[in-house]
């Protein structure tokens, strides 16, 4: 099932303006995100072919259907509660039996988790950005080669390294275990013996061993940093998956600022945090911002890491204060959202047929 599919079969209930534009946050470059909420045909919901969500290949249009829709709203989560309480502006289509969907009846303090959770994981996603900022990995694969060294001149230097002093190629290298010694292998050297080399290829991820004739003298000893190696394939890989799916007008926005840090992530720190602290206070939902400015500001890297992180903390603090004051429920009323969920569903249904 397609966006256009519920379009011409008018399954969309709720359309809706989200992101920056929803928030009051948008500038000129701020691109269009659209979310909303669908009712899959009677025949497909109760047959074979439940469809929980359709999207375009860029995610920036999603459509819920409706049963997740409210499953979210259940768990209190904030993207789906701010779908719920769009304002007015930002709403292209919105279907009336959904005005019968009271946010109050399902707000609870399991926003304080939710929220809290959520903006964790933007702060998180910032410090990541200002890792790969400030680390770049090169963009040439290093070798298992570059993870080994052996011992000379009592001490240890780089594989790489020894070979070059004594004028061999890691081709005709034969490497034996070493009992009880993790890691730790018998270096040996031959251009005439056969021997497998430290590695069979330039792209292998591990050592090859080779069987040493007897009474063949080994050179040295080589410890392959086993851990090491895996934790730079890890990052490698992470950083150039990084690279190839990034946005680059918010990278270079990052760059721009110079502070090292993904400061649009930071602003919904702290637009999580203050929504928190209204739903904990005011029992609603407050999507668009009263702060554009300061929210801006942060975006714009006027502030340093640290110095948000300190914000972020306080803020923090004031969220758990407000909700452990606050008269919400522990959880939502599963059994209301349940009924309703039927009901709406079924009214639906019954006013297509």
């Known amino acids: 099932m397609t966006i256009e599919d519920l379009r011409d079969k008018g399954l969309i209930i709720l359309e809706c303006i989200s992101g920056s534009k929803a928030y009051g946050l948008d500038t000129p470059s701020s691109d269009l995100d659209i979310k909303g909420v669908f ?6 919901y109760y047959g074979l072919t439940y469809t929980p969500q359709v999207n375009n290949e860029t995610n920036d ?8 829709f409210m499953e979210l709203l259940s768990l209190n989560n904030p993207n789906i509660l701010e779908l719920l309480n769009t304002p007015e502006s930002a709403i292209i289509y919105k279907h009336p039996f959904l005005n019968e969907i009271n946010s109050e009846l399902i707000l609870s303090k ?29 963009k040439e694969r290093k070798s298992v080669l570059s993870f080994c060294f052996v011992n000379y001149d009592q001490g240890a230097i780089p594989l790489l390294k020894y070979l070059e002093i004594k004028g061999w190629q890691q081709e005709h290298c034969g490497l034996v275990n070493i009992p009880h010694m993790k890691d730790v292998y018998g270096l040996y050297y031959s251009a005439q013996l056969g021997f497998s080399g430290v590695l069979r290829g330039k792209e292998s991820n591990d ?32 950083y150039w998956d990084w690279v190839d799916k ?45 702060n554009r400015d300061f929210l801006l500001d942060i975006k714009a890297g006027k502030f340093e890491y640290e110095e948000l992180l300190k914000m972020a903390g306080l803020k923090q603090t004031e969220m758990e204060s407000a909700f452990e004051s ?22 639906f249904y019954n006013h297509r047929e």
Do not use: W
Request: overall charge positive.
């Open 39 to 44: 009712i899959l045909p009677k025949e497909a």
């Open 110 to 138: 399991l926003c304080n988790n939710t929220f809290g959770k959520f903006a964790l994981s933007q702060i998180k996603k910032a410090k990541g950005l200002k890792k790969k900022i400030v680390n770049p990995v090169a």
């Open 207 to 238: 050592i090859c061993l080779s069987s040493i004739p007897k009474g063949t003298k080994q050179e040295a000893l080589m410890y392959f940093n086993r851990n090491g190696y895996s934790t730079y394939c890890k990052e490698y890989r992470e």
């Open 61 to 68: 249009i999603v459509f819920y259907e409706f049963g997740r």
């Open 246 to 290: 990034r946005n680059d007008d918010r990278y270079e926005n990052t760059k721009s600022h110079g502070k090292n840090y993904d400061s649009k992530n930071m602003m919904h720190v702290f637009r999580l945090l203050e929504m928190a602290i209204e739903i904990g206070n005011e029992k609603k939902v407050n999507v668009k911002r009263p």
């Open 326 to 347: 606050s008269s919400l429920p522990d959880n939502p009323d599963l059994e209301l959202i349940n009924e309703l969920t039927y009901r709406l569903r079924d009214k």
